[in-house]
T-cell receptor, first 111, second 115 residues
Framework: QKEVEQNSGPLSVPEGAIASLNCTYSDRVSQSFFWYRQYSGKSPELIMSIYSNGDKEDGRFTAQLNKASQYVSLLIRDSQPSDSATYLCAATTTGTYKYIFGTGTRLKVLA | DGGITQSPKYLFRKEGQNVTLSCEQNLNHDAMYWYRQDPGQGLRLIYYSQIVNDFQKGDIAEGYSVSREKKESCPLTVTSAQKNPTAFYLC??????????????FGEGSWLTVV
């Protein structure tokens, strides 16, 4: 099993809908998780981080962490065409400061 | 403004040449990282450094070297031993003391093309 896994997509949702992005992780990664958005040809930008079990909300974004099932998800409410990008899930590895990234999920929001 | 500056943004390398990518940060971050991203692929770690004059190999260190003589700077050299260097290179930094959650932040990236 890869340390951080994501479905590559593309995930297509209509404008105004909720986009749900998922990420699973292995035992090797620790409890710090991050979601980044990357537009084509640009560098990743942080959307939010989550460390504790449960939900964390920031504007239209909600991150959810479930340690028992080893997954972390990102919900985007009221999706906009400008949300169309690749979303990267990242985690820190246990005992080090190495960050491991998933391969990303491409999201397309259809106008 | 605080941030991470990478240069050059675009670089062309001839076969057999070494090239160096610059990365400077003024965020007072302890750790700096170099990632490589190939088209349609995820980020792969080349090297990371947690302190001046110390660095650790990542998953794809072969054909690359780094230095960390100053806290603010961590240049990456792509050597002629790297047979397929055409990629997007990302420099990043983070704290290590728990402030800002040790979140990793990225520079704007450098595109390297072999001609």
């Amino acid at each position: 099993q890869k340390e951080v896994e994501q479905n590559s997509g593309p995930l297509s949702v209509p404008e105004g809908a909720i986009a749900s992005l998922n990420c699973t992780y292995s035992d090797r990664v620790s409890q710090s998780f991050f979601w980044y958005r990357q537009y084509s040809g640009k560098s990743p930008e942080l959307i939010m981080s989550i460390y504790s079990n449960g939900d964390k909300e920031d504007g239209r974004f909600t991150a959810q962490l479930n340690k028992a099932s080893q997954y972390v998800s990102l919900l985007i409410r009221d999706s906009q065409p400008s949300d169309s990008a690749t979303y990267l899930c990242a985690a820190t590895t246990t005992g080090t400061y190495k960050y491991i990234f998933g391969t990303g999920t491409r999201l397309k929001v259809l106008a | 403004d605080g941030g991470i500056t990478q240069s050059p943004k675009y670089l062309f390398r001839k076969e057999g040449q070494n090239v160096t990518l610059s990365c400077e940060q003024n965020l007072n971050h302890d750790a700096m990282y170099w990632y490589r991203q190939d088209p349609g692929q995820g980020l792969r770690l080349i090297y990371y450094s947690q302190i001046v004059n110390d660095f650790q190999k990542g998953d794809i260190a072969e054909g690359y070297s780094v230095s960390r003589e100053k806290k603010e700077s961590c240049p990456l050299t792509v050597t002629s031993a790297q047979k397929n260097p055409t990629a997007f290179y990302l420099c990043a930094s983070s704290t290590l003391d728990g402030s800002s959650g040790n979140t990793i932040y990225f520079g704007e990236g450098s595109w390297l093309t072999v001609v």
